[in-house]
């Protein structure tokens, strides 16, 4: 009978170390794997963020109509006011149409949005009501981070861009329901760089609308438009 014969030291020693070699290996692709796949994540977030974002902005501009507001201090403002102020960046305001109400709220389908740059966060504010008072505060949402700047020009019915609007009308009736044909947004993102979308504004704007109505009571605080 021969002797039963085992692994000797040096032989244990290598085996240990192909082991270790291949856990390590194994290891390391994992982590590779969990990084490509949070990477991806964060990167299918961001881009859904922004498509969610260009969506909302569109939606308003889509949805625009031909109505004045009264300001808090009794002025009007109209329609849609666009401006590039240099040092206090760019805002536009608008009123728009399809003001969801699932909950049966008595109340207007109109709303007056304006939307703005706070930081580097593309913010949306809207009010309760369209006429406002002094003490009316808008309801604010964060659309869109990692924003570094953005700029719009408005192509009047002549088919000239305006960097502003209304831009230089006098302050009459028909300056306060002017509406531009278009409007393009160049939009500067920390990650994806210039981008640059042009929306087209609906054709016929229901200008009928009085500047002032009883449709825009005080009303009972929604649940904050979905974007």
């Not at 021969?2 to 192909?18: H, M, N, V």
């Amino acid at each position: 009978m021969r002797g039963s014969q085992g692994f000797t030291l040096l032989e244990l020693l290598i085996a240990i170390a192909i082991f270790g070699l291949l856990g390590l290996g194994t290891y390391q692709m994992l982590g590779s794997v969990v990084r490509t796949d949070s990477t991806t994540r964060e990167q299918e977030l961001r881009l859904r963020e922004l498509v969610r974002g260009m969506a909302a902005f569109e939606r308003d501009l889509q949805q625009t109509l031909a109505r004045p507001v009264r300001a808090p201090y009794g002025n009007m403002d109209a329609a849609l006011v666009g401006e590039n102020v240099t040092g206090e960046g760019v805002m536009v305001a608008l009123t728009r149409t399809g003001w969801r109400n699932p909950t049966g709220v008595v109340r207007s389908r109109l709303q007056r949005v304006r939307w703005q740059l706070s930081g580097t966060t593309w913010q949306r504010h809207y009010w309760q009501v369209l006429d406002q008072a002094q003490d009316s505060q808008p309801q604010v949402q964060q659309v869109l981070d990692e924003v570094l700047s953005w700029r719009l020009r408005y192509l009047d019915q002549d088919g000239n861009w305006q960097n502003s609007w209304p831009n230089g009308m006098v302050a009459n009736e028909e300056s306060m329901t002017e509406l531009p044909r278009a409007v393009e947004l160049t939009l500067e993102h920390q990650h994806y760089g210039s981008l640059r979308r042009l929306f087209r504004l609906p054709d016929t704007a229901i200008p009928g609308a009085p500047v002032s109505s009883d449709d825009d009571d005080d009303e009972v605080p929604m649940q904050e438009l979905s974007l």
